[in-house]
C-alpha cells in the first residue's frame, strides 16, 4: 500500500511585477484581502505546511499577510522567477528534510481551486514532476518530488522551472483537469477580477 506522500507548497512571491505597474500583491480584491493573501489563503487550505517567498527586505504584514506567516527569502529574485526557486529549493532541502515533494504556486492566482490542488496532490510522490493542464495549456502548482530539489536549487536566472521540467520530460504526468484557474493570473490590473 502506498503511503501518503508529504506536501509542502512554496507560494512565489518575490517578483516585481512590473507589468502590473504597481506592487501587485499588496492589491485588494472585492473582499477586501489582498492578491496574496487570497492566494495564500487557498493555498494554505490544500497545503497546510506552506511558505511564502518573498525579498529579503519585506515582511508578511507589509503585504496584507499574517505576521507569522512562514516565509523563505529570495535574495536573488531581481534575477527572475527562476533565481527565486533556485533560493527557495536551497532552504527548503534544509528545513523540510521529510517532504516527500512540493508544489509550487503563484503568489497572483486568486482563482486557485482547492479542488484542482488535492487532484494533483493525489499524483504526487517523491519522483514525479505533476503538471495540471486545462484545454491544451500548462498551469499550476506544478509538483515536483524531491528527487529533484536539487536541480531546482541549482536555478539562478530564467523564467522558473521550465528548464527543469523539459530535461526529466519521462518524470512527468500531466494531469487534465476541467479548471482554467490553474493558468489564470494576474498580469495588469485588467486582470484582475470583476
Not at 27 to 40: E, F, H, I
Not at 97 to 107: M, Q, R
Amino acid at each position: 500500500m502506498r503511503s501518503e506522500p508529504t506536501l509542502v507548497a512554496l507560494v512565489m512571491a518575490a517578483g516585481v511585477g512590473r507589468r502590473f505597474g504597481s506592487d501587485k500583491r499588496r492589491q485588494a480584491l472585492a473582499d477586501g484581502r489582498t492578491l496574496l493573501a487570497t492566494t495564500l489563503a487557498t493555498a494554505a487550505k490544500a497545503y497546510p505546511r506552506h511558505y511564502v517567498v518573498l525579498r529579503p527586505d519585506e515582511t508578511p504584514a507589509a503585504l496584507g499577510l499574517a505576521p507569522n506567516t512562514p516565509v523563505l527569502s529570495a535574495p536573488a529574485a531581481a534575477h527572475g522567477l527562476g533565481a527565486s526557486l533556485g533560493d527557495a529549493f536551497r532552504q527548503l532541502l534544509v528545513c523540510a528534510p521529510d517532504a516527500t515533494a512540493a508544489a509550487v504556486i503563484l503568489g497572483d492566482m486568486p482563482w486557485l481551486s482547492t479542488a484542482s490542488c488535492a487532484q494533483l496532490n493525489a499524483r504526487a510522490s517523491a519522483t514525479a514532476i505533476v503538471v495540471p493542464s486545462h484545454a491544451g495549456q500548462r498551469g499550476h502548482p506544478v509538483i515536483f518530488g524531491r528527487h529533484w530539489w536539487p536541480a531546482l536549487a541549482q536555478l539562478k536566472t530564467g523564467e522558473g522551472a521550465r528548464a527543469v521540467v523539459a530535461r526529466h520530460r519521462h518524470a512527468v504526468v500531466t494531469l487534465e483537469l476541467d479548471d482554467p484557474g490553474i493558468w489564470r493570473d494576474i498580469d495588469r490590473p485588467q486582470d484582475l477580477p470583476g
